[in-house]
């Protein structure tokens, strides 16, 4: 009689849990932007004067979809995070490719000429993103978070802000510079000083480009950003009905597109 002794099979690994930042639009609505979402199960959404993003709980399952097409209704364009695919009746418009940068070793520090804007300054940031063209900003994104400017002669002639805010992390985004006062380092600055406000909450700063966009992405590396990944963002339309367009959320199928120093 003969014994054989064969070692224990080796424990199957874990599967990795997602990075929050993997699905952040989902963990911010979900999350610090929570009172700000409009919600329906597995499908959440910014009020359309707010923000033009849409997100899925989880994007491979067809539940999160249901939610969204009742969310925003048949025939409805919308655009969608973190999104590969998707199902059957659902029409994707137009995709773009992004990047997503994280601060790793941006020196952060206040800009003593920035001011913070709000409400009333809202007419004069959309008249410089009309101009400059960073991305969407409506009337309301101001209420996502900390928005500062520059000014010369009391103009607006730079800005930067905050949107996206998934636990531990907060999104700069709006980075522009009137095409006048380009060259000047005025982004640079602005960049660094909202992510001093972030850090100061103990937060970690990021940002999205697209991924063509190499002047941007040039710049950020250069300040102490590194690439985490890349991003693909969609214009979607649901299944069914007349085809229409959320309000404001069109032109969101892509990242931030421009920041000039």
């Known amino acids: 009689m003969s014994t054989s ?7 199957s690994p874990r599967p990795t849990p997602p990075h929050v930042l993997d699905n952040a639009a989902w963990a911010a609505l979900t999350g610090p932007h929570a009172h700000l979402a409009e919600r329906v199960g597995r499908a959440a959404r910014y009020p359309a004067d707010v923000s033009p993003f849409t997100a899925l709980a989880d994007p491979t399952d067809p539940r999160s979809w249901d ?18 695919s998707v199902p059957d009746g659902w029409t994707i418009e137009h995709s773009g490719d992004g990047v997503q940068l994280t601060a790793t070793a941006l020196h952060s520090e206040p800009a003593p000429e920035a001011v913070r ?3 009333a300054d ?9 101009l400059t063209r960073p991305g969407p900003f409506l009337p309301r994104t101001v209420e996502l978070g900390t928005y500062l400017g520059i000014r010369e002669g009391g103009r607006l002639i ?3 802000g905050e949107r996206l805010h998934p636990p531990g992390w907060t999104e700069i985004s709006a980075v522009c510079t009137h095409p006048e006062h380009r060259g000047n380092g005025l982004a640079t600055r602005l960049v660094r000083a909202v992510a001093a406000g972030i850090r100061e909450r103990g937060e970690t700063p990021f ?3 697209a991924a063509d966009n190499t002047n941007a992405i040039r710049l950020y590396e250069s300040i102490g950003f590194t690439l985490r990944r890349r991003t693909r963002f969609v214009l979607v339309r649901t299944p069914g009905g007349q085809r229409t367009v959320s309000a404001g959320r069109e ?3 892509k990242p931030e597109e421009t920041a000039h120093q």
Not at 5 to 11: E, M, N, Q, T, W
Not at 73 to 78: I, L
């Open 251 to 253: 032109e969101a199928g």
């Open 67 to 84: 939610d969204l097409a009742e969310l925003v209704g048949p025939g409805t364009v919308t655009p969608v995070t973190a999104v590969q």
């Open 117 to 119: 804007l709000g409400s």
């Open 158 to 160: 730079a800005l930067a």
């Open 122 to 130: 809202v007419p004069e940031i959309l008249d410089l993103i009309a």
């Open 207 to 209: 940002l999205h480009a």
């Open 5 to 11: 002794v064969h070692p224990a099979p080796a424990p």
